[in-house]
């Protein structure tokens, strides 16, 4: 089923790739001294077409395996076979192998609302190697929208704040990337009635917007290529970070990118150019932002709180504001 394309395990989707080959091979192992598998759960995308909601590393493995792209390596009992594709294996195995790797399929039907397959998926990852928020809406919500939101997350600028450098980052493998932009889109549309839940709200947003038609597509796309653009214009190496003790603090706060962003969104290309040509002038301003207490708090402490939300954003606006207004 994989290889004619009825399930989908493609890296991008539900959980970006996390088995080594030792990993992988020790599930071919597991087979070989017929010990039980947990079962593989679906979704239906439409009549004979499936997604992986859990288990994705044990399909992939064995299509790979099956198909000759996946050499054993650091088994624990069958050291003899190490080095070994499927098409080497002493007949008695390689029989053994077609027989034996059935696992339970789980599926879960289209028909099913989307809040009531996230609390599912949530249920059914509750242990192991738990999915996270990101991952199981790109289960719940695959379409145009998160093909976007996948492609927008390569964004240079984005992967450099949040020090992704290689495919194997924790912030590339948990898709904190890809969370990040939704983020923007979520917060831009929701900050002056935010309801204190961000899981809930992304979940929304990106259920209202699973399948837009192409303006909107290419309107979010320049929205937040504008943005983030202006943010790297602006703040430089210090986008993000917060300012104590006389020196910008080396790590990300969501809660600045919710700030900066929704806040250099809301300037028209003019005005932004004009703070961008003055930058250092601006920077001095914006430094003194931090030492309001109560912005300081709204960005560390309860940020999910309404009130702190819309606070962070309210600040950073107006100290914009008053930089280009000479005040």
């Not at 050499?71 to 050291?79: A, G, K, P």
Request: one cysteine or more; proline letters at 4%.
């Amino acid at each position: 089923m994989v290889s004619s394309g009825s399930i989908d395990v493609k890296p991008e989707f539900q959980r970006r790739e996390r088995w080594s080959p030792a990993q992988s091979s020790a599930l071919i192992e597991s087979f070989l001294l017929n010990i039980p598998v947990p079962p593989v759960y679906l979704a239906e995308e439409e009549f004979g077409r499936y997604s992986v909601i859990d288990g994705k590393q044990r399909i992939t493995s064995i299509s790979q395996f099956m198909s000759e792209n996946l050499v054993l390596t650091n088994l624990s009992r069958f050291q003899e076979i190490e080095g070994l594709r499927f098409s080497d294996l002493p007949a008695e195995l390689a029989n053994a192998l077609r027989v034996r790797p059935y696992i339970r399929v789980v599926t879960l039907l289209r028909q099913s609302d989307p809040e009531t397959k996230y609390e599912v998926f949530h249920r059914l990852n509750s242990g192991g190697e738990e999915l996270n928020a990101q991952e199981i809406r790109n289960v719940l919500f695959r379409g145009a929208f998160n093909d976007l939101l996948i492609g927008l997350s390569r964004n240079p600028f984005l992967r450099d704040r949040l020090k992704i450098s290689t495919t194997r980052s924790s912030n590339y493998m948990t898709m904190q990337d890809v969370e990040y932009v939704l983020r923007f889109f979520t917060i831009e549309a929701y900050w002056r009635q935010f309801s204190g839940d961000f899981r809930t709200s992304m979940n929304s947003y990106m259920s209202e917007n699973r399948d837009p038609d192409a303006k909107f597509l290419r309107q979010k796309e320049a929205q937040f290529n504008n943005a983030i653009g202006a943010c790297q214009e602006i703040f430089q190496e210090n986008a993000f970070l917060r300012f104590e003790r006389g020196q910008w603090r080396n790590q990300t706060l969501s809660a600045l990118f919710d700030a900066q962003m929704i806040a250099v969104d809301s300037f028209p290309g003019k005005q932004l150019e004009a703070i961008i040509g003055r930058r250092d002038k601006f920077i001095v301003q914006y430094m003194k932002l931090f030492s309001d207490a109560r912005f300081d708090e709204a960005i560390r402490t309860g940020t999910n709180n309404p009130a702190k939300v819309r606070y962070r954003i309210e600040k950073t606006i107006e100290c914009l504001d008053n930089f280009t207004s000479g005040r």
